[in-house]
């Protein structure tokens, strides 16, 4: 008896960043994402559950820079998250079928690396019932695909055309 469970969370995240350094970053964040979740028990019943549902969750992280440009760091994080299936699915190997709903929240610890636009995370959660002791590791690959903008349309760190390296606009 062996009991696979698979997913996928498709998301967007928005970070308010409230301190930033050179070598330092403390930001809040939002999560919203959505999830496909598939549960199979391999047995004489063979019972499977699949469906979508959403996630939510707000994340307070520090990212550290080493060396002199921001292309490698390191961050930790605090994270409180829901999963909520409205749409499950459920069969067995007798033609059974059923309707489910659930619900899992709970918090989660993360650390890591990122290589310019890489990131290679690692989370412990306790998602589910923390009585039941069940505790999950993800692994995850982000690519983050621009780097955001600030108000007058530039990069950080970009120079104007206008204003020539290291002097000011005539």
Partial sequence: NTLDINGIDL????NL????????DLYIGGIASWSRLHYRENNLQNSEVKGSGSVFGTELAA??????????GAYLSYCYVGNYY?????T????NSADY????EGHQIGIGLNIKNFHLDYAFTDIGNVSAAIYSHVISLRIELAKPKNM?????????????????AG
């Fill in 11 to 14: 998301g967007l995240q928005a």
């Fill in 17 to 24: 960043h409230f301190l930033r350094t050179e070598r330092l």
């Fill in 63 to 72: 990212r550290f820079y080493f060396g002199e440009s921001k292309k490698f």
């Fill in 86 to 90: 409205r749409n499950l699915k459920g």
């Fill in 92 to 95: 067995d190997a007798f033609g």
């Fill in 101 to 104: 709903y659930l619900s899992a």
């Fill in 152 to 168: 007058n349309g530039a990069r950080p760190g970009a120079r104007s055309s206008r204003t020539p390296p290291g002097g000011r």
